[in-house]
């Protein structure tokens, strides 16, 4: 099935010699020489298309001359390919429901692929969660996994009221709820002693993860995705750290609601593409939230 993407404009020239296509969803322009076949073309997919629809209603076009054009169009990113039933679906394992935690469970338990969401996390709902988290006053008390699983009724939520402290828990969990996707949102005994233990699960029973650093004070870090057993992997051992030990971290703030928003934003995102066959976004790249800049920069 052939179709434009999302968010496109085509236009043309006031005297018919170009044609210039806009990619609104990433600020693109593509201009090209005029044909009355290739608006034609556009216009037929404007809706979702079989190959031989298209060749139907170009009689006049050769088969050679169709694909050559389609595959050249899908290049550029003005149409899209979907095969039939080539979506996967999900059942995710959610390791944390605080202030990053409870933000993508909101983003990603509205996505389509989903099947099933497993949510593990032992804390209730306090007062100071509430500007910060995606909770609510008449929360507070309330274990935040069961909160979170009564706000969604579409999606099959399951919920564990406990830390993980080694790779065995997590792995005996993935396995009973047969997850294919865990993300990481928790930071107890440590962020990154739960990052060593998700990436190990994922290695082994070979299922991709995303690994969610946190935040220091108001900067939050860019969430990392990554395929099991892949040359770019997760790495624990971090050149800065290796090399300086830390003297002094100043962290007085909390994480504003919106920068919790925008990560989860970026993980359902990773998710939604993943899902889809195509490269996730930020893939093989860290980075944080641009305090000053208000803006998401690579390191």
Same mark, same amino acid.
């Given at each position: 099935?052939?179709?434009i993407k999302?968010?496109?404009?085509i236009?043309?020239?006031?005297d018919n010699?170009?044609i210039r ?11 090209m %020489?005029?044909?009355?076949?290739? #608006? ?6 404007e809706?979702?298309? &079989?190959?031989? @629809? *298209?060749?139907k209603?170009?009689?006049?076009i050769?088969?050679?001359k169709?694909?050559?054009?389609l ?5 550029l990113?003005i ?12 059942s995710?394992?959610l ?7 409870s933000h993508?469970?909101?983003q ?16 209730k ?7 910060r988290q ?8 309330k ?30 969990i993935?396995? %009973?709820?047969?997850?294919?996707? #865990?993300i ?8 990154? &002693?739960?990052? @060593? *233990? ?6 082994s029973?070979?299922?991709p993860?995303?690994?969610n650093?946190g ?11 990554y ?16 090399r ?5 971290l ?19 995102k990773?998710?939604?593409?993943y899902a889809e ?8 790249k860290?980075?944080f939230f ?10």
């Amino acid at each position: 099935m052939y179709q434009i993407k999302d968010s496109i404009g085509i236009f043309t020239s006031k005297d018919n010699s170009i044609i210039r296509v806009e990619k609104f969803y990433s600020g693109y322009k593509v201009e090209m %020489k005029y044909s009355e076949s290739l #608006i034609k073309l556009f216009k037929i997919l404007e809706n979702p298309v &079989e190959e031989d @629809e *298209i060749l139907k209603k170009l009689p006049r076009i050769s088969k050679r001359k169709i694909n050559s054009t389609l595959n050249e169009l899908t290049k550029l990113g003005i149409i899209e390919r979907e095969e039939k039933n080539n979506r996967k679906r999900l059942s995710i394992l959610l390791l944390g429901c605080g202030t990053i935690g409870s933000h993508i469970y909101s983003q990603v338990s509205k996505l389509e692929n989903i099947d099933k969401i497993i949510l593990i996390d032992p804390d209730k709902v306090e007062d100071d969660n509430i500007e910060r988290q995606d909770f609510y006053k008449d929360d507070v008390g309330k274990y935040k996994v069961d909160v979170l699983k009564n706000r969604c009724t579409s999606k099959n939520v399951c919920v564990h009221k406990k830390y993980i402290k080694n790779i065995y828990q997590l792995k005996e969990i993935c396995i %009973k709820n047969n997850c294919n996707f #865990i993300i990481g949102a928790a930071d107890i005994p440590s962020s990154r &002693e739960i990052s @060593e *233990i998700i990436c190990e699960v994922g290695n082994s029973l070979n299922i991709p993860y995303i690994i969610n650093h946190g935040y220091v004070s108001n900067v939050v870090m860019l969430p990392e995705f990554y395929y099991p057993n892949c040359e770019y992997a997760f790495k624990t051992n971090r050149i800065f750290s290796d090399r300086f030990n830390q003297q002094v971290l100043t962290a007085r703030k909390k994480l504003e609601y919106s920068k919790a928003t925008n990560l989860a934003l970026i993980v359902s995102k990773q998710i939604e593409l993943y899902a889809e066959g195509y490269e996730p976004i930020y893939y093989k790249k860290r980075g944080f939230f641009n305090d000053e800049l208000f803006r998401w920069e690579e390191r």
